[in-house]
């Protein structure tokens, strides 16, 4: 289990799930090998050790989600406007410039949340616990939220036009009420606005 997992590994920062790092491409509706996801916990599957994360934290990492672009090296503000590309259907297709027979340089380095995390961590000693594959089913997954949550005006102009596909977004509100009946039926947890959940000292 989740637990035993950490039990037996002392110098883990958590256990759970581990996706990555893979390549965005075909898959995706993108060049082949067009983007590297880097590895990142499978949030909110996972169980972290907190002091883990408070020293991390404290080294200016963090879970926050970014996409790094690289096609230009050195010129990150044009490399962004280049990657517009790859949202208009019409053009998605031109791969990285001057790179096509080079799939270890990609145009963009995607770090979903947790990715980050996981590199301090793993650079301060610590490793990682990951379950087995085969029990990823027993985990509810809502896919797009940290996308769907992005307020990158450029994105939602071009969800408007319908340049960029809005399907796998998914609602944080539907999110939130699993939440609350999970906590409800689960840990007695709800019923009142006043009730918290936080990380304890040091698990």
Same mark, same amino acid.
């Given at each position: ?10 110098? =883990? ?10 390549w965005l491409g075909q898959? %995706?509706?993108? @060049? ?15 169980? /972290? ?9 404290? &080294? ?5 989600? %970014? ?11 044009? #490399? ?22 080079? @799939? &270890?340089r990609p145009a963009f ?9 996981? &590199?301090?961590?793993?650079? /301060? ?9 085969? &029990? ?20 939602k102009f071009a969800q408007?036009?319908?340049?960029? =596909?809005?399907?796998? +977004?998914?609602?944080? %509100?539907?999110?939130? +009420? ?7 039926? %689960? ?8 009730? #918290? ?7």
């Open positions: 289990s989740i637990f035993s997992a950490l039990e037996k590994d002392h110098q =883990a920062y958590g256990a759970g799930f581990l996706h990555g790092p893979e898959a %995706h509706g993108l @060049p082949q090998k067009v983007g590297w996801y880097a590895a990142r916990m499978w949030i909110p599957f996972v169980l /972290l050790r907190s002091a883990a994360i408070r020293a991390a934290l404290g &080294q200016a990492a963090s879970f926050a989600q %970014h996409r790094s672009f690289v096609e230009l090296h050195g010129y990150p503000v044009l #490399s962004r406007w280049l990657a517009t590309r790859f949202w208009i259907p019409g053009l998605r297709g031109i791969g990285v410039l001057g790179r096509r027979n080079d @799939p &270890q380095i995607e770090s979903d949340t947790g990715a980050d995390m996981h &590199q301090a961590l793993e650079a /301060l000693g610590y490793r990682f616990a990951a379950l087995p594959g085969a &029990q990823w089913p027993q985990a509810h997954h809502y896919h797009g939220v940290t996308r769907s949550g992005l307020a990158w005006k450029r994105r408007r036009l319908g340049l960029v =596909a809005s399907a796998n +977004d998914t609602s944080q %509100h539907l999110i939130l +009420d699993e939440v609350r009946q999970r906590l409800a039926e %689960h840990y007695s947890i709800g019923g009142s606005t006043g009730d #918290s959940v936080g990380l304890g000292k040091d698990d």
